[in-house]
Nanobody, 122 residues
Framework: QVQLVESGGGLVQVGGSLRLSCAPS????????MAWFRQVPGKERDFVAA????????YYADSVKGRFTISRDNAKITVYLQMTSLKPDDAAVYFC???????????????WGQGTQVTVSS
């Protein structure tokens, strides 16, 4: 069964940095758009960033523009989310997702990981 496996979450101080990774186990998704979403308890899962299949186009939520960078290494079949200048509002469970087209809409992504927790301490 195909899965997306996230890693890299953890505890970081306000203003710190963290890099999340996402790799599919099983079938390669080098032709898919990859994205990151995040969710806090009691709220919806929100779009964070996306990158198209060849890395030529990236998309970001306004709240993370200038602080987060999404990238992909198709040779390693891995997607990264570099997070800098972290704020308390960035604390959430971060989910990796794959889909056939670049979009901010959660419903368009068909494969999801289990999530990795990011905690930001002040």
């Amino acid at each position: 069964q195909v899965q997306l496996v996230e890693s890299g979450g953890g505890l970081v101080q306000v203003g710190g940095s963290l890099r999340l990774s996402c790799a599919p186990s099983g079938r390669a998704y080098s032709s898919y758009t990859m994205a990151w979403f995040r969710q806090v308890p009691g709220k919806e899962r929100d779009f964070v960033a996306a990158i198209n299949w060849d890395g030529a186009r990236t998309y970001y939520a306004d709240s993370v523009k200038g602080r987060f960078t999404i990238s992909r290494d198709n040779a390693k079949i891995t997607v990264y989310l570099q997070m800098t200048s972290l704020k308390p509002d960035d604390a959430a469970v971060y989910f990796c997702a794959a889909g056939p087209r670049a979009t901010t809409q959660r419903s368009q992504y068909i494969i999801w990981g289990q999530g990795t927790q990011v905690t930001v301490s002040s």
